[in-house]
C-alpha cells in the first residue's frame, strides 16, 4: 500500500517561491504504474491539480499555472517536489501530493494515492 | 479545459434514505476506442484527503461499500449512495481524466436530515 507524505514550510511571504516535498513509501517512486502529482486546495474551496511527473522526468502541467510551476523527481530518495514561484493570498491552500494510476501510451487516469495535505499559508 | 458540473451543491438525506449527486462535463469522456468513460468519483471528510470512491464511471475501489454505485455515460453522470450510513457525511467529487488539465466538479457536501 503506498503511502504518500507532504513536507515544507507552513508560512510563505507574498513573491517568495513556495517549496514541497512529497515521500513515497510502500512501493517504489520508480513505478512505472503512477505519475506523481500536486493537487490543491483552498480553504473552503474544491480541487485544482497542478502538475505531476513520471519516475522517468516526463511531466504535465495545468496551464494556469505552468509558468510558476517546477515539478521534479528524485528517484534515490523516493521523492518528488513542487515549487511554486511569486505566490500571493490566492495561493493559499491545502497541498497534496498524489498518485496517479498510469498504463503506459495513454494519459495518467485516476488520482489513487493521496497524502495527508498541508496547508501553506501565503502571508508577510 | 473539460468543465465539471456537480449538482446539487449540498442535500440532506435521512439515514437509510437514498443520496444522489450529479455530475455533467462540458464534453464527453467518454473514448470510443475503449468504450470506458475517463471519470472518477471521491469522498473528502473534514480534514482528511480526498478518498477515490469509484473509477471508469462504475467501478467501485476494492473495500468500498456496495451502496456506492456509479452511473452514466458521456457527459451525464451520477454517484448514488443506496442507504446513507452516518460515515457517508462528507463532500463528494466527480473528475475527470479524458483529458489534461484534469479536471474536479465543484463538489456535494452531503448530509443526514
Known amino acids: 500500500q503506498l503511502q504518500l507524505q507532504e513536507s515544507g514550510p507552513g508560512l510563505v511571504k507574498p513573491s517568495e517561491t513556495l517549496s514541497l516535498t512529497c515521500t513515497v513509501s510502500?512501493?517504489?517512486?520508480?513505478?512505472?504504474?503512477?505519475?506523481w502529482g500536486w493537487l490543491r486546495q483552498p480553504p473552503g474551496k474544491g480541487l485544482e491539480w497542478i502538475a505531476n511527473?513520471?519516475?522517468?522526468?516526463?511531466?504535465y502541467f495545468n496551464p494556469s499555472l505552468k509558468s510558476r510551476v517546477t515539478i521534479s523527481v528524485d528517484t534515490s530518495q523516493s521523492q518528488f517536489s513542487l515549487k511554486l514561484s511569486s505566490v500571493t493570498a490566492a495561493d493559499t491552500a491545502v497541498y497534496y501530493c498524489?498518485?496517479?494510476?498510469?498504463?503506459?501510451?495513454?494519459?495518467?487516469?485516476?488520482?489513487?494515492?493521496w497524502g495527508q495535505g498541508t496547508l501553506v499559508t501565503v502571508s508577510s | 479545459d473539460i468543465v465539471m458540473t456537480q449538482s446539487p451543491d449540498s442535500l440532506a438525506v435521512s439515514l437509510g434514505e437514498r443520496a444522489t449527486i450529479n455530475c455533467k462535463s462540458s464534453?464527453?469522456?467518454?473514448?470510443?476506442?475503449?468504450?470506458?468513460?475517463?471519470l472518477a468519483w471521491y469522498q473528502q471528510k473534514p480534514g482528511q484527503p480526498p478518498k477515490l470512491l469509484i473509477y471508469?464511471?462504475?467501478t467501485r475501489r476494492s473495500g468500498v461499500p456496495d451502496r456506492f454505485s456509479g452511473s452514466g455515460s458521456g457527459t451525464d453522470f451520477t454517484l448514488t449512495i443506496s442507504s446513507l450510513q452516518a460515515e457517508d457525511v462528507a463532500i463528494y467529487y466527480c473528475?475527470?481524466?479524458?483529458?489534461?488539465?484534469?479536471?474536479f466538479g465543484q463538489g456535494t457536501k452531503v448530509e443526514i436530515k
Open positions: 498524489s498518485g496517479q494510476l498510469y498504463v503506459s501510451g495513454n494519459l495518467p487516469y485516476y488520482f489513487d494515492y
Open positions: 510502500g512501493g517504489s517512486i520508480s513505478s512505472s504504474n503512477y505519475y
Open positions: 511527473v513520471y519516475y522517468s522526468g516526463s511531466t
Open positions: 464534453r464527453t469522456v467518454l473514448y470510443t476506442s475503449d468504450n470506458k468513460n475517463y
Open positions: 471508469w464511471a462504475s
Open positions: 473528475q475527470q481524466y479524458y483529458d489534461s488539465p484534469w479536471t
